[in-house]
């Protein structure tokens, strides 16, 4: 999940546009070689904000049913980049969020900020 903000970061850096990386992510980390510190340095030096939609995922490791655990971190990286952090219970919200993350980015979101 590190690598991949920094790769995005690294990507966007010279658009000569407003800089936005939306993450959709269980928040959990798989083995980046980046730190979530990386990630911040390298966004905020790129002028990213992260939009950040976290929501719980449940899975079978071989053994017994699991949750991922998100990174406690996600939500700071978030507001130091001037993003958002957005935390869903359900993957079910996901579309109908993002949906509201594009609207409120574009100007036209009337039902309220989500940050």
Do not use: H, P
Not at 23 to 39: C, F, I, K, P, Q
Not at 56 to 72: A, C, I, L, P
């Amino acid at each position: 999940m590190y690598d991949a903000i920094v790769t995005a970061s690294t990507a966007l850096e010279n658009l000569d546009a407003r800089r936005i990386l939306v993450l959709a992510t269980d928040g959990d980390d798989n083995g980046s070689e980046n730190s979530w510190r990386d990630a911040l340095e390298r966004a905020s030096s790129a002028k990213v904000a992260i939009y950040i939609v976290s929501f719980e995922n449940r899975y079978f490791d071989g053994v017994s049913q699991r949750r991922t655990r998100e990174d406690s971190n996600l939500k700071a990286l978030a507001v130091d980049t001037a993003g958002c952090y957005v935390r869903l219970g359900s993957t079910d919200e996901l579309g109908s969020t993002l949906e509201r993350i594009r609207a409120e980015l574009d100007g036209a979101d009337a039902s309220g900020s989500l940050c």
